[in-house]
């Protein structure tokens, strides 16, 4: 799947409903930083990281979603996926407390919703069955999907907290 130039301008003057889709995410996620503080994006961000390796092992998942419709099996295991978020989140959350991370520079805050946003959907088209249930547009799918994208995805949170920390 190339990704020309030319086609991403008409993705930006038709976006589809992917496109926005990422767009109300990264900017719920950068509202939400706003609200919550860095401190709790620092701790969402690595619940991420532990949630994904808990459930990339999570071996009786995957006998309760053999069989069955694809987005039945795509909701049970993003349920599965964002119960283990918020516990571990919570968790991480009590383990940090105490610790402030101050949240006057904006950029930081929007920087790292960005990463975690990009981070979640690279998880999505990774562990979950995403790409059976919805059609996504190359753009997305190249931004998102296949093992260099989270690798980025899953490397670059951990440069910005590295450079927002100095």
Sequence with gaps: MEISLASVQ??????TWDVLAVVFFIAAGFIYGMFA??????????????????????????SFTKEGDPSTIFFVRLSVF????????????????????????????????????????????????ARDVLEFSPLIQNFFAGDTALFWWMSLPLLALWIISR
Excluded: Q
């Design 37 to 62: 503080g860095k401190s709790r994006l620092i701790s969402v961000l690595i619940g991420t990281y532990i949630s994904s390796f808990i459930f990339s092992n999570l071996y009786f998942l995957n």
């Design 82 to 129: 964002f119960i283990l978020l918020i516990l571990i989140s919570l968790l991480v959350s009590r383990l940090l407390d105490g610790r402030t991370y101050e949240n006057k520079v904006w950029w930081h805050v929007f920087t790292l919703a960005f990463l975690e946003i990009g981070f979640l959907m690279s998880l999505a088209f990774k562990f979950l069955p």
């Design 10 to 15: 008409t993705i930006m003057k038709n976006p």
